[in-house]
């Protein structure tokens, strides 16, 4: 599951990078401890990744929170992603998608519905992968 999340947006990025002529920029929110597929994402020359989170888990990852983000983190991403964010948190994840107008992925826990109340993210099911979608 995991591996066709990640080959999901290995495509999307490669796309991005073949219509733009310039590496895709992916920002992965709240990283928490499980960084594969970022690390995975980041060993693509068309990427560039940056992780975020409250609370990092290491100094790869940069410190802010989503309910008073620091937009310059996010300021020219092309797709953020975020895998099992807390209800809580995921209208505060829209609104720094609708910011800087990228692609937003949530993949939440197995069989939970998203919490989300101004949008409309699309289920989609890649392989054995199941996700929500909001694209630019």
Sequence with gaps: ???????????????NSKETGRKTKIVEIGAGKFQTISK???ENENIDILM????PANENIIKDDVFNPDISIY???DILFSIRPPAELQEAIMKIRDKVNAT????????????MKTKKMKLKNYNRA???IYER
């Design 104 to 115: 937003l992925i949530i993949k939440p826990l197995f069989n939970e519905d998203l919490n």
């Design 130 to 132: 199941s996700f929500y």
């Design 1 to 15: 599951m995991w591996n066709d999340l990640e080959e999901y947006i290995l495509k999307l990025a490669i796309e």
């Design 52 to 55: 975020t989170d409250i609370d």
């Design 75 to 77: 300021e020219g991403a």
């Design 40 to 42: 995975n994402l980041s």
